[in-house]
């Protein structure tokens, strides 16, 4: 059982959103999760840029001139929501990223080919997400989506986007 939601971004500047207010939305059900930073190319403040990228088997974080705030951790690292929130604190723009929210046991070996440019991890026609309580993908600064197992969750990611749309459940 599961909701995938499609939120695009919108043409006006002023109405422009990010990762902290998905993560605001999600709050209530992504605290007790475990989440993990699977892909991220992001702008933290007008520093420059971070990105998570492959090293063999692990994830390694690297950036242009840009420096994390010690309060982020390791973004590499399995973190909590309120570790994942203050990231988002410390970003201007998430413009790639997948975040996998976990109930028990970390990140399963289940997950797409990740880090390709451009890929599309939260497709409708895909299954991996759907094991997972809450994943969600920004693609490209373009649009975002997220997949939630509880129809609640789902109701508050409507409300907080009115533009949201349902693009499938399981």
């Known amino acids: 059982m599961g909701v ?3 939120v695009d971004r919108l043409s006006n500047e002023t109405e422009f959103f ?30 420059g840029c971070v990105y998570l990228t492959p090293s063999g088997t692990e994830r390694v974080v690297t950036g242009d001139r840009a420096r994390l705030d010690p309060v982020c951790g390791d973004i ?4 909590s929501f309120a570790a994942l929130a203050a990231f988002a604190a410390c970003t201007h723009q998430v413009i790639d990223g997948l975040f996998v929210g976990v109930e028990e046991g970390g990140l399963r070996r289940d997950l797409p ?24 993908h920004a ?16 109701g508050a990611l409507r409300e ?3 533009h949201a749309t349902e693009l499938a459940r399981w």
Do not use: K, N
């Open 76 to 79: 590499a690292a399995p973190m």
């Open 160 to 162: 907080r986007f009115p």
């Open 18 to 47: 990010d990762l902290d207010e998905f993560l605001d939305a999600i709050r209530p059900w992504g605290e007790p999760l475990t989440w993990s930073i699977c892909d991220l190319w992001a702008t933290v403040a007008e520093q």
């Open 113 to 136: 080919r990740l880090f390709e440019d451009h890929i599309e991890y939260l497709h409708p026609d895909e299954t991996w997400f759907r094991s997972y309580p809450l994943v969600v």
């Open 4 to 6: 995938l939601i499609h």
């Open 139 to 154: 693609f490209d600064s373009t649009y975002w989506r997220v997949f939630v197992r509880d129809d609640a969750a789902a």
